[in-house]
């Protein structure tokens, strides 16, 4: 409850675009370790890496990876964003930037999920 | 107005979450949060603690939290905070609380001191007056942080302070922005200094809330957005 007026009462744009930006770093740090596993098994063990990877033609792991691209998509456009906001001069069209952002991560992540299924 | 009566709970006492106090306040046209805060100290309970002066957003002493959002009270009208017909009032977040409404502004006074928030004159009064150019860039940057009331609605907005109380503020190096771009500033190695350190302006997340909330108008993000160039741009040139 106060956590959700917490957020209620910070909800602008540039606060929610920050939030955004520091989740999905720390949802793309937890998935590396795993993705760097999943790659050593190239090395390790070939077959399980096969099994693996038959398995990714599975509708719930194409979920699963619309869901880390749209995390890359969107944290990659939020350190540009920050890096645009900080390191250019500009003044009032930052909001608008914010919201750009989100809309151009979400429209990556759209396009690769409807390539994928 | 739904009602002819207002619920306000007011924030009371050091543990302010745990000392809500509700009062029923008559409603009326134009009324601002500060009139509503009055009214109690005047008709309920003459013991509630409140500070005040000016009325009409000049002085910066009557700042706020407002259902979780630090405000200027005297120039925010009641209807437009209003939740159903209930509002919490409570005092500034990210300062030591006095008493009730009224929080300790010291600290947030103290950040512009180690901000050099001071001019740092090298003329003398036998000096002409300096011409200062108001069609000029860095002018320009100046002007648009100077108006500046020291309500420290912008301190209470920011989370990165309210994580590190080492942080300079919003406030404070919006203020040393304005100093290094006033041509009649000497104090830039010193301000450049004040801003880089532990508390600087390099801890700022940029998530806007200063600027969001700022009753002035202000955009002190974009401030220190400014001082972390400038800051880098001298480090770099004291490595070459």
Redesign the interface.
Known sequence: MNAA??I???A????LA?VLHRLSGIALAVFLPFHFWVLAMAVTAPARLDAFLAMTGAGVVKLAEFGLVFLLAVHMFGGLR?MA???L???PS?KTLAAGVAAASFLIAALFLLKAV | MTSKFLKVTIERGADAKNAQQVFDVPAHESQTVLDVVSWVQQFADPTLSYRFACRVGMCGSCAMMV???PRWTCRTHISKVLDGNSVTIGPLRNLPIIKDLVVDMDPFFDKWVAAEGMHHGGLTRDDPVALVDETSAARIEANAGIECINCSVCHAAC?TVAGNPEYLGPAALQRAWTLLNDARDEGREAVLDAVSGKGGCHNC?????C??YCPSGL?P??AI??L??ETTKSFLERVR
């Open positions: 007026k917490g209620a009462s910070r602008h744009p540039l606060w920050y920050l906001l900080e390191w001069p500009w003044r930052q | 259902n979780g959002v989370d997340h940029s998530m806007g809330s600027t969001a955009d993000m974009s957005a400014g972390k160039r």
